[in-house]
């Protein structure tokens, strides 16, 4: 069960919620790229924090508000040390992936992207990283234009030169499909994007539980990332920012912590990152996210990485060997799911069945309505994988979808 390198099931142990039973049955949980579970560590984190330090940041003298805001303060050194930041003032906490390419949007768009302009995505996207940029078109009168997908579910990178214009004002683009579990060669776009002077904007949901990330390296203008897709608390998340563009950007919301100084005629606004985090933050879930942070540190990234691939090859070659099964996505480089149909059997279905098994997958159009338009489908089941899943889950997938071959007979 367990791989040299990951022991899963010391791992298993950290993950409270995993040892129940669902319906009589021994929970298997295949559906942590919608949310993954928290390890002890997390939940210990969070619970420590109301239980002793709970106070509002950055406002008070007092000790436990002071206490607050060290740890919220630590909290961004800590995601800033994970992305290979330059400076942790390049860490903006939103509430998640979506509200931090909506910021994006919002903030940098309205002032970068004018009539007649260009955001260039891709039809692999994730509604977060379609909708903004629909709205901003919208509202700026501008063109959102997609790089096409092939039938294996690999990006057209030869349409990438004709697609960048000199229109184009932004390129945005996932790291990992969540839909297809593509991994999208995104350093080779960020220098092809670079090279024109177009600033790239990298959905990161899918990848930074996965594999280690350097936004340096890639040299990215902005990575997004969702807490709770990594293990952390709901309502956290993360956009990264040069700091030269978070600079040059004007508020996304305006409010307390945002400001310098407000007269009834005129707001000055605060530094990065503060000037766009208005409001009081999710402290505690900062908090939980540094915790879950250095739970898969401790677990080694390279180490999940490499659990994370041989369970995706070996759950590929089960799933794909179930009678009736179609396997979609094919892409060169895959991470974290399968994704697939049945003859004839609606993907609800398929899931409504695995569920009575103790067995839970998503069903559904994963927020990427127009990727399954490419693919000519309008659901698929998507089993998803992390660090805590074992050989042992996937076969328990597979009996499941045999037992929907004869429910459905
Ligand atoms: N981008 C990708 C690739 C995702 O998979 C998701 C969530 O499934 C999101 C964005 C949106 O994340 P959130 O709902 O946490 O904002």
Known sequence: MSRPGLDVARVRTDFPILHQEVRGRPLVYLDSAASAQKPRAVIDAISHFYTHDNANVHRGVHTLSERATAAFESARERVARFLHAKDDKEIVFVRGTTEAINLVAQSFGRKNVGPGDEVLITE???HANIVPWQMLCEQQ????????????????????????????????????????????????????????????????????????????ELDCDFYAFSGHKLF?????????????????????????????????????????????????????????????????????????????????????????????????????????????????????????????????????????????????VAATVRASLALYNTREDVDALVRGLHKVREVFA
């Open 124 to 126: 692999l996207e994730h």
């Open 141 to 216: 009168g501008a063109r959102l234009r997609y790089i096409p997908v092939d039938k294996k579910g690999d990006l057209a990178l030869d349409r990438l030169d004709e697609l960048l214009t000199p229109r184009t004002r932004l390129l945005a683009v996932t790291h990992v499909s969540n839909a297809l579990g593509t991994v999208v060669p995104v350093k080779e776009l960020i220098r092809r994007a670079r090279a024109r002077g177009i600033p790239v904007l990298v959905d990161g949901a899918q990848a930074v539980t996965h594999f280690p990330v350097d936004v340096v």
């Open 232 to 376: 952390g608390p709901m309502g956290i998340g993360v956009l990264y920012g040069k700091k030269e563009r978070l600079e040059a950007m004007p508020p996304y919301q305006g409010g307390g912590d945002m400001i310098l100084s407000v007269t009834k005629e005129k707001t000055v606004y605060n530094r990065v990152p503060y000037r766009f985090e208005a409001g009081t933050p999710d402290v505690a879930g900062a908090v939980g996210l540094a915790a879950a942070i250095d739970y898969l540190e401790r677990v080694g990234m390279e180490a999940i990485a490499a659990h994370d691939r041989e369970l995706l090859a070996y759950a590929e070659e089960a799933v794909g060997q179930v009678p009736g099964v179609r396997l979609l996505g094919q892409a060169r480089e895959r991470s974290g799911v399968v994704s697939f149909v049945m003859e004839d059997i609606h993907p609800h279905d398929i899931g409504t069945v695995l569920d009575r098994e103790g067995v839970a997958v998503r069903t559904g159009h994963h927020c990427a309505q127009p990727l399954m338009q490419c693919f000519g």
